[in-house]
């Protein structure tokens, strides 16, 4: 019998290969992040009174958001500023706050005193 020919543009469609292609670019990027053991990320953990809290701010281009952009795609970056608090008040928190997040952070930023000359 005589060999088949298949037509390729009628056995596969090209938003089906160009799918599968994606599919498994995702598959191995997401492979070498767990091989690198850079899946989960690492965190970094921000904490202090307002002005850490502003350091996330967009519209004065924070401290906070250039860390992050800095450790994009290497550390998640997780800010906890409490505007108005002061050392005591941080902490009272700093177990609450170390209790929310899933693992400890690698790094970590405590930026207090800024409220302390406030009677509180």
Do not use: C
């Not at 056995?11 to 091989?35: M, N, Q």
């Not at 924070?62 to 800095?70: C, F, I």
Request: proline residues 8%.
């Amino acid at each position: 019998p005589p060999a088949m020919m298949v037509d390729p543009d009628k056995f596969f469609s090209r938003a089906g290969v160009a799918s599968l292609v994606a599919l498994t670019a995702v598959g191995l990027h997401l492979w070498h992040l767990r091989r690198r053991r850079l899946f989960p990320h690492p965190q970094v953990l921000l904490f202090g009174d307002s002005l850490t809290q502003w350091g996330m701010n967009p519209d004065i281009k924070g401290w906070g958001l250039t860390m992050a952009d800095w450790y994009i795609r290497r550390a998640d970056v997780i800010n906890r500023g409490m505007s108005g608090y002061n050392s005591r008040w941080a902490l009272e928190l700093i177990p609450l706050v170390l209790r929310e997040i899933p693992r400890p952070p690698v790094l970590a930023t405590v930026w207090l005193g800024g409220n302390d000359a406030a009677d509180a």
